[in-house]
């Protein structure tokens, strides 16, 4: 009996939505979930190192160049309809002596569990095209972490069979293995011909009429194949990442009016990216979290998706409670020295990787982080002001006590009263706050500051997080659970106070070292302190001035480290470069403490600095001064989209707006301090406890739409 033909379906040009084109020379990136695709413009790759298609960490196509009787084509011009796709069009070079090509070449590519590419050639002359089309394809099956350092090791036993339905490649690794099928179909049913390294078409397009197939590559697991996101017999736009875009877009606050441009282009292009970056858990549908970013970190991090779902409250705050949802889940019960893993800790990563050998730790799972856990418990008092739901609140208490009892069991080391960490394997982080870089931490002179280290803003989490605590407690009907961690936050506050301050350099120390040194360099660190509001007040002025002081403030930002420290180096990770959501965080604390001229000058500065690139914040830039440069210099290799980056315009505007909701209390504080620049907006649909809300707001004046009646309105 014949095998059935598929019933191949096209995609219909009317389904495209509104594109992003993309400026000449510069890289692609594609992402849906755990899956991600770094190409050229013109949508080859294979020729940089830093280049593929991935899923779950792993690099499934490290080659795919399409060509036509051997040959290239000659790219015209690549756009982004959807985070999951992109076309790329061009021409088929000419034969000789033929004058221009007249065959249109576009390419329609779908990332998300593995990669379709669909083939649309378009003859525009008046004599047939007679051709070999093919597909060159690769695939090393390297370790995103090999990637991304540069270095590839071959490791394994590869396989290569070619059959009459397909390619199939894979790697054996031990006692795992990771694989590919690639397959080819036209639109009338005829399957490509394989060979060990190519899918080929033998394609004859009549004049003025089309040509159409379609090339798939599933990722296997242990030989098992996935459920393909983008198959051939249903609609593009059916698919699971196109409905799951759309719904994101309907469901998300619109920014309906708005007399700044920069603003309106900055804060739509952070949607749509927290959007992509998205991560739905098969096992836990209903959970929805969200990766660190593209492309290298396409995975859940505790502190990065912490504080970039803290970040996008505004938008969608179920982000939040995914991402506690999913990290209670995984929340330590054990002490293993390897993965770092406490009882009570929340994990640092999670990462997918065939070769575990290669992950921090050893594990696929490691728990190095020393922040994550007191901003686990900051993010579930966040949500409970926002009304997410009393059940769902108590549902995740005990996940936030077992984290409060890992800071005093764990955290704190030595019994100082203060959070410290040192690693418990080399193979983990010598670092383990959001500066997590080998060198991130130093003394004034440049000198690198050694292990347990006391962060300063890492007791400010636990500040915030014993305040948080407090709250949820007073929410139950707790009252001695509420005086309990009032009373704890108190002594802590003052006890930072009183130990991290350095009166003979009228500054805080960013932290102490192992020798219980205090480590005296200027760092952007302490302004996390101001947005926890761990700092006294009468000395707050002080940090804020040395915020904003032209050793630490750029014109794009502020800094991670002052000019004036020894380690200062403008294009380094972390000492020197401006963070677009450190500047978030610290324009929080400087609205918390009232220093509202400083905190519109940095917001401003980090506005205008998006404008330079399209309106997508990049992870960092490099810490040049304005100037010395007319628009920002980007940092060689910033993940760009980085949820972070993404949720810093968001949360900019809420600091300046000054929105704080209190549902518990049936309150909503909004006292807008916009920049005259912004002019004017609107933002309609507010997620607010269940409800939706709209805005109106220029500079000091607010009016608040559809807000339920039995929530209080404070200016």
Request: proline content about 4%.
């Given at each position: 009996m014949p095998a059935a033909r598929p019933a191949l379906r096209r995609a219909h040009p009317s389904s495209f939505t509104a594109t992003t084109p993309r400026r000449s020379g510069m890289a692609v990136t594609l992402v849906h979930?755990?899956?991600?695709?770094?190409?050229?413009?013109?949508?080859?790759?294979?020729?940089?190192?830093?280049?593929?298609?991935?899923?779950?960490?792993?690099?499934?196509?490290?080659?795919?160049?399409?060509?036509?009787?051997?040959?290239?084509?000659?790219?015209?011009?690549?756009?982004?309809?959807?985070?999951?796709?992109?076309?790329?069009?061009?021409?088929?070079?000419?034969?000789?002596?033929?004058?221009?090509?007249?065959?249109?070449?576009?390419?329609?590519?779908?990332?998300?569990?593995?990669?379709?590419?669909?083939l649309i050639l378009r003859n525009y002359g008046r004599t047939r095209v007679a051709c070999t089309v093919s597909f060159r394809v690769a695939a090393d099956f390297a370790?995103?972490?090999?990637?991304?350092?540069?270095?590839?090791?071959?490791?394994?036993?590869?396989?290569?069979?070619?059959?009459?339905?397909?390619?199939?490649?894979?790697?054996?690794?031990?006692?795992?293995?990771?694989?590919?099928?690639?397959?080819?179909?036209?639109?009338?049913?005829?399957?490509?011909?394989?060979?060990?390294?190519?899918v080929s078409f033998r394609v004859v397009v009549p004049p003025g009429e089309e040509w159409y197939a379609s090339v798939t590559a599933l990722p296997l697991i242990d030989g098992t194949p996935i459920t393909p996101l983008f198959p051939r017999e249903r609609p593009v736009e059916l698919s699971g990442p196109a409905i799951l875009t759309r719904r994101w877009r309907e469901e998300s606050p619109v920014l309906s009016y708005s007399e700044n441009r920069t603003l309106a282009t900055t804060l739509q292009r952070s949607r749509e990216d927290l959007g992509a970056l998205r991560m739905f858990d098969p096992e836990h549908?209903?959970?929805?979290?969200?990766?660190?970013?593209?492309?290298?970190?396409?995975?859940?991090?505790?502190?990065?998706?912490?504080?970039?779902?803290?970040?996008?409250?505004?938008?969608?705050?179920?982000?939040?409670?995914?991402?506690?949802?999913?990290?209670?889940?995984?929340?330590?019960?054990?002490?293993?020295?390897?993965?770092?893993?406490?009882?009570?800790?929340?994990?640092?990563?999670?990462?997918?990787?065939?070769?575990?050998?290669?992950?921090?730790?050893?594990?696929?799972?490691?728990?190095?982080?020393?922040?994550?856990?007191?901003?686990?418990?900051?993010?579930?008092?966040?949500?409970?002001?926002?009304?997410?739901?009393?059940?769902?609140?108590?549902?995740?208490?005990?996940?936030?006590?077992?984290?409060?009892?890992?800071?005093?069991?764990?955290?704190?080391?030595?019994?100082?009263?203060?959070?410290?960490?040192?690693?418990?394997?080399?193979?983990?982080?010598?670092?383990?706050?959001?500066?997590?870089?080998?060198?991130?931490?130093?003394?004034?002179?440049?000198?690198?500051?050694?292990?347990?280290?006391?962060?300063?803003?890492?007791?400010?989490?636990?500040y915030a997080a014993f305040v948080a605590r407090a709250e949820l407690a007073e929410s139950f009907g707790d009252h001695e659970g509420n005086r309990y961690w009032r009373s704890r936050a108190a002594d802590l506050k003052r006890r930072f106070n009183e130990r991290f301050w350095l009166p003979e350099l009228g500054r805080y120390a960013l932290g102490f070292d192992g020798?219980?040194?205090?480590?005296?360099?200027?760092?952007?660190?302490?302004?996390?302190?101001?947005?926890?509001?761990?700092?006294?007040?009468?000395?707050?002025?002080?940090?804020?001035?040395?915020?904003?002081?032209?050793?630490?403030?750029?014109?794009?930002?502020?800094?991670?480290?002052?000019?004036?420290?020894g380690a200062y180096n403008p294009m380094s990770y972390h000492n020197g470069s401006v963070w677009p959501h450190d500047n978030a965080i610290i324009v929080a604390g400087l609205m918390r403490y009232g220093f509202v001229k400083h905190a519109q000058r940095v917001a401003v500065a980090v506005l205008d600095a998006a404008a330079a690139f399209d309106g997508r914040l990049p992870e960092l830039m490099c810490g040049f001064d304005r100037s010395e440069y007319s628009t920002p210099v980007p940092y060689p290799t910033?993940?760009?989209?980085?949820?972070?980056?993404?949720?810093?315009?968001?949360?900019?505007?809420?600091?300046?707006l000054r929105f704080q909701p209190s549902l518990p209390h049936r309150r909503l504080r909004i006292s807008p301090a916009l920049p005259k620049s912004f002019g004017a907006l609107q933002i309609d649909d507010v997620p607010l406890g269940g409800s939706r809300i709209s805005i109106q707001a220029k500079e000091t004046k607010v009016r608040v739409g559809h807000l339920p009646t039995d929530i209080e309105l404070i200016h």
């Open positions: 979930g755990t899956s991600f695709c770094v190409c050229d413009d013109d949508g080859e790759f294979g020729g940089a190192l830093a280049e593929g298609t991935f899923y779950q960490d792993t690099r499934i196509l490290s080659g795919w160049n399409l060509r036509f009787d051997g040959k290239p084509v000659e790219p015209i011009t690549v756009q982004i309809p959807e985070p999951f796709q992109a076309r790329f069009v061009g021409r088929a070079h000419s034969s000789e002596g033929e004058g221009e090509s007249s065959l249109l070449v576009r390419r329609e590519r779908y990332v998300g569990g593995g990669m379709r590419e669909d370790d995103v972490f090999e990637v991304k350092a540069g270095r590839i090791r071959d490791k394994g036993h590869h396989a290569v069979e070619v059959t009459s339905s397909g390619l199939y490649l894979a790697r054996y690794l031990d006692s795992t293995s990771r694989g590919v099928r690639i397959t080819g179909v036209t639109l009338d049913g005829k399957h490509a011909k394989y060979s060990r390294d190519r549908p209903d959970d929805v979290g969200i990766a660190a970013g593209a492309p290298w970190f396409m995975a859940l991090f505790g502190r990065d998706s912490l504080i970039a779902s803290l970040m996008s409250l505004a938008v969608d705050p179920t982000l939040a409670l995914g991402t506690v949802q999913t990290l209670a889940r995984h929340q330590g019960t054990t002490v293993e020295p390897n993965s770092e893993e406490e009882p009570g800790r929340i994990l640092h990563e999670v990462r997918f990787g065939a070769d575990v050998s290669l992950a921090l730790g050893g594990s696929h799972i490691y728990y190095g982080s020393i922040d994550a856990t007191p901003l686990f418990v900051m993010l579930l008092g966040e949500l409970s002001r926002w009304g997410i739901g009393k059940d769902r609140v108590e549902a995740l208490l005990g996940h936030a006590d077992r984290a409060l009892e890992w800071i005093d069991r764990y955290g704190d080391r030595d019994g100082d009263g203060f959070v410290e960490y040192h690693r418990a394997t080399d193979r983990g982080l010598a670092n383990q706050g959001w500066k997590d870089s080998w060198d991130g931490i130093n003394f004034a002179d440049g000198t690198i500051a050694h292990s347990p280290i006391a962060l300063c803003e890492v007791q400010g989490y636990v020798e219980k040194r205090p480590i005296d360099s200027v760092t952007s660190n302490i302004g996390h302190c101001l947005w926890t509001g761990i700092i006294d007040d009468e000395r707050a002025a002080l940090v804020a001035d040395s915020l904003l002081s032209p050793e630490m403030f750029t014109g794009w930002g502020i800094r991670t480290l002052s000019t004036a420290m910033s993940c760009s989209p980085q949820a972070w980056a993404s949720a810093a315009p968001i949360h900019l505007l809420r600091s300046l």
